[in-house]
């Protein structure tokens, strides 16, 4: 299957034209907030500080959908403490879902990779420079971080949880053979140019739209590699999962599978 590991293309030239030397990777991280006033600061200090350390070329874009907690007023603080070319502050009024949060904060990205992840502190940064290892060593269009692979886990859910997770994953592996092994984690690497084209093609809001982004990537025979993380759950403020995201997963799983 072409998005398996095992199927991977040759490496893409690096030499730009007019035998220049090429440009140095940028990676763009987008964090889509609401009300994350607390976890915020960290997530983007920790961002940094891995950056910094590996000598990465990054910008961090906040996509902040209204927060009524406050959650605006500490990203336009980081935007002074650590620079406007560094942390980005671009907010919109409302909430308005996921898939367009990342359009939005793309059209203001100027890197050549884009890495999403949770500002919630379930995603640690010092995966990162696995993520960007991954990539070089097998040229891959998307690198996922995943919770059931290697010495992935998750940590702090209680048993109830983790079924619904392990269950889910579980049942979508076998109604849609995705060729990754954790659809609904929310921790990648994309190249730019393929997140776009991804991103055009899918249709799904909420938690189906992580799944049915690896989805569309297998019909589109895009690679994707995997890299084993920790996902840990969130230390401040509330879990936005409920019963409602569970339903409209299951329908979303549903129809996934009657289309592709």
């Known amino acids: 299957m072409a998005s398996k590991e095992g199927s991977r293309t040759p490496p893409r030239s690096r030499r730009e034209p007019g ?20 976890n915020l600061p960290l997530i983007v200090w920790l961002l940094v500080k891995s950056f910094s350390e590996s000598g990465i070329n990054y910008e961090i874009i906040i996509i902040d959908d ?3 907690d406050g959650t605006r007023d500490v990203a336009e603080q980081l935007e002074k403490i650590y620079g406007s070319d560094k942390i980005l502050l671009r907010p919109r009024e409302k909430k308005l879902g996921l898939g367009t949060a990342y359009i939005h904060g793309m059209k203001h990205a100027t890197g050549n990779y884009i890495i999403i992840m949770d500002a919630d502190l379930s995603h640690h940064p010092k995966f990162i ?20 692979k290697g010495n992935g886990g998750v940590y702090g859910w209680d048993l109830k949880r983790k ?9 979508t592996q076998i109604l849609l053979r995705p060729g990754a092994s954790d659809l609904t984690g929310s ?14 093609k899918c249709v799904s809001k909420g938690y189906v739209f992580q799944m049915e982004m690896i989805v569309r990537a297998r019909q589109l025979n895009y690679t994707i590699g995997e890299v084993p993380i920790s996902f840990v759950d969130r230390v401040y403020g509330e879990s936005k999962l409920g019963g409602n995201e569970i339903v409209s997963f299951l329908k979303g799983l549903l129809t996934l599978f009657a289309t592709t």
């Open 19 to 38: 035998g220049r030397a090429p440009r140095q990777d940028k990676y763009s991280v987008l964090l889509p907030t609401y009300n994350e006033r607390e």
């Open 66 to 68: 209204g927060s009524p």
């Open 163 to 171: 079924l619904i997770s392990r269950g889910a994953n579980f049942v």
């Open 187 to 200: 921790f990648r690497l994309y190249r730019k140019e393929v997140l776009q084209k991804l991103i055009e």
């Open 129 to 148: 420079p696995e993520f960007i290892r991954k990539q070089k060593e097998g040229n891959f269009d998307i690198v996922s971080g995943t919770r059931y």
